[in-house]
């Protein structure tokens, strides 16, 4: 059994930054993929940033140039570094951690972004 944690998100300015934390636990022997999506009221949840193991990372064109993930492997984090915010980034974003058991998801954290 895989524990993912999110922390992070909140509310901040068109044009500011938030930055989202992820944590896996439990019993984990290899982590593939990492990844956050978001859903936003009315909407299917879409992709915003994956990064693989060895840390290839894939963006859509909606945040690129503006969201940085990372991992450390080590320390089974992925962090969510969001600049530049803009009113359509508001949603409830998740965290996804893929793995040889399958691919496990945490509860999620709202990120308004609002003047």
């Known amino acids: 059994q895989v524990q993912v944690a999110e922390s992070g998100g909140g509310t901040a300015q068109p044009g500011g930054s938030l930055r989202l934390s992820c944590a896996a636990s439990g019993r984990i022997f290899s982590f593939n993929a990492m990844g956050w999506y978001r859903q936003a009221p009315g909407k299917e949840r879409e992709l915003v940033a994956t990064i693989s193991r060895l840390g290839t990372t894939n963006y859509p064109d909606s945040v690129k140039g503006r969201f940085t993930i990372s991992r450390d492997n080590a320390k089974n984090t992925v962090v969510l570094q969001m600049n530049s915010l803009r009113p359509e980034d508001t949603a409830v974003y998740y965290c996804?951690?893929?793995?040889?058991?399958?691919?496990?998801w945490g509860q999620g954290t709202q990120v308004t972004v609002s003047s």
């Open positions: 996804k951690i893929s793995t040889g058991l399958g691919a496990f």
